[in-house]
């Protein structure tokens, strides 16, 4: 069995670009997940509010 020519270990690296852009993805769907989680408090909370409203 030969060897061959190049022994060394490839290591697949990202660059900065990749990144960054991988980076701001991941902080974009933090911020829609977030969004959407205050979205859904505000509603519940107002449905709270009109609940109380109506019993007044």
């Known amino acids: 069995m030969e060897r ?11 660059s900065a670009d990749q990144q960054r852009n991988s980076q ?9 997940i977030a969004t ?8 519940y909370v107002s449905i709270l509010v009109y609940g109380v409203m109506q019993r007044m």
């Open 24 to 32: 701001r993805v991941v902080w974009l769907a933090l911020t829609l």
């Open 4 to 14: 061959p020519k190049d022994d060394s270990i490839r290591v697949e690296r990202l």
């Open 36 to 43: 959407a989680l205050a979205i859904a408090f505000l509603l």
